[in-house]
């Protein structure tokens, strides 16, 4: 349950149909539920989408999970400028929380030390999450890899991500950058409450 004021703008991920629902602002009567990219579900009669039926693709693995709060830390582990470090200070920022999940051994094992320290992994692709790529999955090296998912897009049968990550130069600059990856068997993403 939540609400969200009154002429704001949402972004719709995806859509489900559910439960009947009558009424709201357009007197409509709709089973149609859109996915927000914050999570959660709001009926379709509540909003303005040019269309009384789905204007974006089918939720095809049901409805999120809720998202867990588990053990944190005060600070962020990992070495300025790699990939663990770039996906921690994003979840840090976004969250605008004093802290930072406490996550554990190579990058390849996040999702395993996610769930262990009570946070909420699951394997389909989710906005405001830390992806981990499984070695192999894009190219990635057997240390693995991770990043941060900003958004998520499903195209004909393939789910894609825009991520944002970063890496060190040599001469010690960090340099953030964005790209967008398909998304691949192994790869894990661990949500932010």
């Known amino acids: 349950m939540g609400s969200v004021a009154d002429g704001s703008?949402?972004?719709?991920?995806?859509?489900?149909?559910g439960a009947e629902f009558a009424g709201g602002p357009y007197r409509l009567t709709t089973n149609l539920w859109?996915?927000?990219?914050?999570?959660g579900y709001v009926?379709?009669?509540?909003?303005?989408?040019?269309?009384?039926?789905?204007?974006v693709p089918r939720c095809e693995d049901g409805p999120t999970p809720r998202a867990t709060t588990g053990e944190t830390?005060?600070?962020n582990t990992e070495k300025p400028g790699t990939p663990g470090w770039a996906a921690l200070e994003k979840?840090?920022?976004?969250?605008?929380?004093?802290?930072?999940?406490?996550?554990r051994g190579p990058l390849r094992d996040?999702?395993?030390?996610?769930?262990?320290?009570?946070w909420t992994v699951v394997t389909t692709p989710e906005p405001r999450a830390i992806v981990v790529f499984a070695p192999g999955a894009d190219g990635v090296?057997?240390?693995?890899?991770?990043a941060w998912v900003d958004t998520t897009d499903v195209r004909g049968r393939d789910?894609?991500?825009?991520?944002?990550?970063?890496?060190?130069?040599?001469?010690?600059l960090v340099v953030w950058s964005a790209r967008e990856v398909r998304h691949a068997a192994g790869m894990s993403y661990i949500l932010l409450p």
């Open 159 to 172: 789910r894609y991500l825009g991520i944002t990550e970063a890496h060190k130069t040599g001469d010690g």
């Open 91 to 103: 979840w840090h920022q976004v969250s605008n929380r004093k802290h930072y999940p406490a996550l």
């Open 73 to 75: 830390a005060a600070a």
């Open 9 to 17: 703008r949402v972004v719709i991920v995806c859509h489900a149909r």
């Open 141 to 146: 090296p057997a240390s693995g890899h991770v």
């Open 43 to 55: 009926t379709d009669a509540m909003l303005v989408t040019g269309s009384n039926d789905a204007v």
């Open 110 to 118: 996040w999702a395993a030390s996610a769930r262990a320290a009570g």
């Open 34 to 39: 859109n996915r927000l990219d914050t999570g």
